[in-house]
């Protein structure tokens, strides 16, 4: 088989160590995205890429996150705010269909920076709005969730997008973490039928993807265990944190420096 770069693969002649390496990825992936709503995919991505080519990773982390998400969402249902996730969707499946038109072709390190820089960001300016009381209107949700979809079929790790908006409209917690993993599994779903249709995810890869979200699912668990005896204060700083990581990472990325 091969990817749409155009490099074989061997999924099929993966070795029994490989193999077992990655359930330990995915387990640990479902774990870190459990415990701060993002990371699940940025955590799988290092592991597979030099397998499956890196022109097929997002397809392939599209599927494995719509299952990780749909856990999450299962595990965090409580919490869930319905509302927010159809204002969300609303915006972000046409636009995540745009961005996978312009996947195959369009160069993502510059817009890899950029959403470093802006994630990085995004952790003090969450902080200023909780102080203003802020509100966020249908406009910006709206604005907010078409950037994250179209970003989502280019690049790994835009969930992060979302997750300041959330906290900066109050939500803490376990509300963070469903309502966020909802969003994802709209918008991961649409990806899912739109790549399908692109000719952009083989069956074998939607297999593989499918036992890799399966994977997950342990790990989300025992997050979801984890966040229930965690306090709050201590769970809004790891997610902020992680923003901050994962920003320089990204910007790390595109310098070429990683």
């Known amino acids: 088989m091969e990817d749409i770069a155009g490099s074989t693969l061997a999924i099929g002649d993966m070795p029994l160590s490989t193999v077992i390496a990655g359930l330990a990825v995915c387990f640990l992936g479902g774990m870190v995205g459990g415990l701060s709503g993002y990371g699940t995919g940025l955590?799988?991505?290092?592991?597979?890429?030099?397998?499956?080519?890196?022109?097929?990773?997002?397809?392939?982390?599209?599927?494995?996150?719509?299952?990780?998400n749909a856990s999450r969402v299962w595990f965090y249902r409580h919490a869930l705010e319905p509302g927010l996730v159809v204002r969300f969707s609303l915006a972000s499946?046409?636009?995540?269909?745009?961005?996978?038109?312009?996947?195959?072709?369009?160069?993502?390190?510059?817009?890899?920076?950029?959403?470093?820089a802006v994630l990085i960001a995004s952790v003090p300016l969450r902080r200023w709005i909780a102080t203003k009381k802020y509100t966020a209107g249908p406009v910006t949700l709206y604005v907010i969730g078409a950037v994250f979809g179209f970003l989502s079929s280019l690049i790994l790790g835009t969930g992060m997008l979302?997750?300041?908006?959330?906290?900066?409209?109050?939500?803490?917690?376990?509300?963070?973490?469903?309502?966020?993993?909802?969003?994802?599994?709209?918008?991961?779903?649409?990806?899912?039928?739109?790549?399908?249709?692109?000719?952009?995810?083989?069956?074998?890869?939607?297999?593989?993807?499918?036992?890799?979200?399966?994977?997950?699912?342990?790990?989300?668990?025992?997050?979801?265990?984890?966040?229930?005896?965690?306090?709050?204060?201590?769970?809004?700083?790891?997610?902020?944190?992680?923003?901050v990581l994962g920003g320089l990472s990204m910007l790390l990325r595109a310098f070429g420096v990683i």
């Open 93 to 116: 499946v046409p636009a995540a269909y745009l961005g996978a038109e312009f996947y195959v072709r369009l160069d993502s390190d510059a817009i890899q920076g950029l959403l470093g």
């Open 43 to 68: 955590v799988v991505a290092m592991f597979v890429t030099p397998i499956i080519g890196p022109k097929n990773l997002i397809p392939v982390i599209s599927v494995m996150m719509l299952i990780n």
């Open 162 to 243: 979302i997750l300041p908006t959330l906290m900066g409209l109050g939500l803490l917690g376990p509300a963070v973490l469903a309502t966020d993993a909802a969003i994802a599994v709209v918008v991961n779903l649409s990806k899912t039928v739109i790549f399908g249709a692109l000719d952009a995810l083989s069956l074998e890869l939607a297999a593989l993807a499918l036992a890799m979200g399966l994977c997950t699912i342990p790990g989300t668990a025992l997050a979801s265990r984890i966040v229930a005896r965690t306090h709050i204060r201590l769970h809004t700083a790891l997610v902020e944190g992680l923003l």
